[in-house]
Structures are given as structure tokens and as C-alpha cells.
């Protein structure tokens, strides 16, 4: 006998914060939820990042909905006006709802396939009335098939780091050189870290707020370790807006890091390359040297950290017909509000199942992964989007049109230059400029934004 499709689940891949709020709002609305997380605990991704501080405070990254859940079990509500790390996020939050959550939460399952039930990409014919299917691999290597109602993709890009290739491939040699790279911010409390790049020269490669706090963190460990020096690589110029917003910015914390950062450059501790777009790596004995595309190289490094971004694996939702943005990999609908190539880091609009929707209807990205390519996630969006996806799926389609949320300016100008137009960045104060070497200084903060905030 089939199942009413109103009775099977939503399923929601990911308990990372958004896709916990997720079965938090479904819960909220009488709609039963099944969340799958690869990982063995409640935000796996997070905790791969526990010693990075956000820049949003607790009032910002607490879901209203998912409190509602936490109150009745005595959870104490962390202060809402300071800054936790991922590991404070993960363990004083995020694993206390997947704990009230109980069983509607699965661990070690990972979704290797979502599809229509008896139809794969091509067939149109009786494919609305179909439910999802939803493939799985368990911890032992057992597969299964999950039959849903809707799916909720909330499981972001942490897995999928952009190279270090300026074209947006890996640079030729990058993956040859993997035991000398990486794509995460380092967590310098740990020995084996810290030895890592403890009286060492390393390349760190981007200009987003991960950068900003991984020469943050090298910066001070050049002021303990003598010999322990930063190159900065930025494949844009220099301009008003590379240092995030400051002042202006109505987020504090973020505002405050690009200004440490931009006060550690003044001070002059660490070289910077500008304009260089990565092609190659190149071996200079037991050091790497990165050789830009118009044949520039920098100083030989003894490591590379980079920290360019992230992308979406779209690689199991190969059977749905999602309808994403050619450049973003984001929402057709959503893709204008928060492309790079327009602004930087600017308003982004809240936003909800409207912008979110897909020619095939039930199945959604959110969090991270919904922006695609594209920087500058907050987890309050996040929260929102999945508050109008679960209205919609309750079929209250004024709550799902309604916004419910006005999202910080972070007082950044302009388009982003994506690529380097140094004489017109220079004329319209945009963010970009000549090329230039700059020096890296001591005394920037060790917090910074994480993937998910």
C-alpha cells in the first residue's frame, strides 16, 4: 500500500545550524522531519572549525524556532551579546537540539542520491504526483532508500574548498604539492599545527575573512616564534574595500577584524603580492613557489593555506531538476541579490521559498549551500529561509511570502572585482586597486567569521 505523501517525511540532509533549525520550523508547523548527517555528532562541519569565533554574537546564530524546542528541557540560553566559537556553537547549542530532536536525527548516513520515485531526470510523465527518494550509505556500508515527502538540502559547502587555481581549477601541480596545502584556517593551539608553521614562511591565499584571521593567528605566532613570516596573495588590487566595512559595517565583530587586519598590515611583519592569479606550484627544493598567469612567481614558501571559498556538491541531486544561476550555482531567483560581480559584502535581501524553489517542486537548497559560490552567508538567513520553506510545505503560503527579518549592512561599496580593473578602481573608489606589496603587521585578532555564519 503507498504511503499519503503527507505522511512521509521532510527529509533535511545536514544538522549543521541551518538544517537543525529546518526540522526546529517543520516540527513547528505539524511536519515531521528526518535529518541525515554524515558526520558521527551534530554539526561535523562546525567542529572542524571549533577555534574559529564567529562574528555574529549567540542572539544572532539561535534559531527562534529550535529555542522553543531547547526551553522545556532546562537549556540555558548562552549570553546573546558574545561571540562563540564553532566548538561553542556546536557543543552549547547545535548538539542539545539534535539531542530534543532524538530519533528524527540520523548520523552516519550519507545521501549519495535524491531522485523522484520511478523517475530519473528525463521523465516527465506522472513525475509531480511521484515522492522523493532519498539513497543512502550507513557507517557499515549498508545502502538504503528513503521515501520523502520534500528535501531539504542543508548540507553547505564545507566539503568542497575552491582550489587554489585563479580559473577556478587546481592550479597545475597544486594536487602534487597536497602535503604542503591547506584549505583551512590552522588551529595554532595544536602542537602539531604550530609546528607546522612555527618559524616557517607561508602563503596565504584570499581576501575574505578566513584570510584575515589566518594571518591573524600567523602574525602572532611570528611575535613567539622568531623566523615565522606571512605572504599575503590576493588576486585583486588594493582599495577601500579590501578590509571589509570597519565602522560601518553593523556587525561589530566582522567590522573589527578587517580593521585589526588592515592596522597588522600597517605594522609590517609579513609581505603581500597583489593581482596574482595562481597557475602553477612549483617545487624549489622542500619549498613551493606559486607562479601567477602572467608569469609573475612569489618567494619561495614552505606552505600554502588556501582561502578562496567554497562551492556546492550538486553532485547527488544529479536526478532533480534544480534551476541554478550558470555563474553562482545558486537559485535562478536568489542569484541577483547576491552576486560578487555586482556587490561585495553588501545588503543582501532576506529572502525565502519564492527565491529559494526549483522547477522541481519539494526540493530545496538552503544555508551555505543555497548562495552557491557565493560569499558572505549569515546564519540568520539561513534561519529565515527555512522558517518560509516549512510555512510552504504547510501550505500557509502568507507566512512563506512574508519577510521576517532585516539582515547588518557590513558598509562595504560596490562590486567586489572579481578581477582586477586596477585604473578603474582607483577612479571610482571601488574595491579594487593597482597592484601592490604591502606588509603584514602584528596585533590583528585570532577570531574571525567561520564558513556558517
Given amino acids: 500500500m503507498t504511503t499519503p505523501a503527507t505522511e512521509l517525511p521532510v527529509v533535511v540532509i545536514g544538522a549543521g545550524p541551518v538544517g537543525l533549525a529546518a526540522a526546529a520550523h517543520l516540527i513547528d508547523r505539524g511536519l515531521d522531519p528526518l535529518v541525515l548527517e554524515a558526520g558521527p555528532a551534530a554539526g561535523s562541519a562546525v567542529r572542524e572549525w571549533s577555534h574559529v569565533r564567529l562574528f555574529s554574537t549567540w542572539g544572532e546564530v539561535i534559531d527562534p524556532s529550535a529555542e522553543k524546542l531547547l526551553a522545556p528541557t532546562g537549556w540555558v540560553r548562552p549570553d546573546a551579546a558574545t561571540y562563540p ?25 550519507t545521501v549519495t542520491g535524491v531522485a523522484k520515485a520511478g523517475r530519473d531526470r528525463v521523465v516527465d510523465s506522472g513525475r509531480d504526483e511521484q515522492p522523493f527518494t532519498v539513497h543512502v550509505r550507513t557507517a557499515d556500508g549498508g545502502e538504503e532508500r528513503i521515501t520523502a515527502r520534500a528535501v531539504i538540502d542543508a548540507s553547505g559547502t564545507w566539503t568542497a574548498p575552491n582550489p587554489l587555481g585563479g580559473d577556478g581549477l587546481p592550479a597545475l601541480g597544486e594536487k602534487g604539492a597536497a602535503d604542503r596545502i ?54 585583486r588590487g588594493i582599495g577601500a574595500g579590501t578590509f571589509g566595512g570597519g565602522e560601518a559595517d553593523q556587525l561589530p565583530a566582522r567590522g573589527a577584524l578587517g580593521l585589526a587586519a588592515k592596522a597588522a598590515v600597517e605594522a609590517g611583519h609579513a609581505g603581500a603580492v597583489t593581482g596574482f592569479r595562481t597557475a602553477a606550484v612549483q617545487r624549489n627544493g622542500e619549498r613551493l613557489v606559486l607562479v601567477a598567469d602572467d608569469g609573475r612567481t612569489t618567494e619561495p614558501v614552505d606552505e600554502v593555506i588556501v582561502l578562496t571559498g567554497f562551492r556546492p556538491d550538486l553532485s547527488f ?12 550555482q545558486a537559485p535562478l531567483a536568489l542569484a541577483p541579490l547576491i552576486d560578487p560581480n555586482v556587490h561585495s559584502c ?21 544555508g551555505m549551500k543555497s548562495y552557491g559560490r557565493a560569499p558572505t552567508f549569515l546564519a540568520m538567513t539561513g534561519y529565515e529561509q527555512t522558517r518560509s520553506i516549512a510555512a510552504a510545505l504547510a501550505g500557509d503560503r502568507e507566512a512563506a511570502e512574508r519577510v521576517e527579518l532585516v539582515l547588518p549592512e557590513t558598509g562595504v561599496c560596490g562590486g567586489s572585482g572579481l578581477f582586477d580593473e586596477p585604473d578603474a578602481a582607483q577612479a571610482s573608489g571601488g574595491c579594487c586597486a593597482a597592484p601592490a606589496t604591502l606588509q603584514i603587521g602584528i596585533g590583528a585578532p585570532t577570531s574571525g567569521c567561520s564558513p556558517d555564519c
Fill in 317 to 328: 541531486l544529479s536526478e532533480v531538476r534544480l534551476g541554478l544561476d550558470e555563474r553562482l
Fill in 85 to 109: 566559537t564553532g566548538g561553542d556553537w556546536a557543543e552549547l547549542y547545535l548538539q542539545p537540539l539534535a539531542d530534543v530532536l532524538g530519533d528524527k536525527v540520523r548520523y552516519t548516513t
Fill in 182 to 235: 591547506s584549505y583551512r584556517v590552522p588551529d595554532l593551539r595544536d602542537s602539531a599545527v604550530r609546528a607546522r608553521y612555527a618559524g616557517r614562511r607561508t602563503a596565504v591565499v584570499g581576501s575574505g575573512a578566513s584570510a584575515f584571521t589566518a594571518l591573524a593567528a600567523l602574525a602572532d605566532l611570528a611575535i613567539q616564534e622568531p623566523g615565522t613570516h606571512a605572504l599575503w596573495v590576493l588576486r
Fill in 346 to 366: 553588501g545588503t543582501v535581501y532576506p529572502h525565502g521559498e519564492g527565491e529559494l524553489s526549483h522547477p522541481e517542486q519539494g526540493v530545496y537548497l538552503v
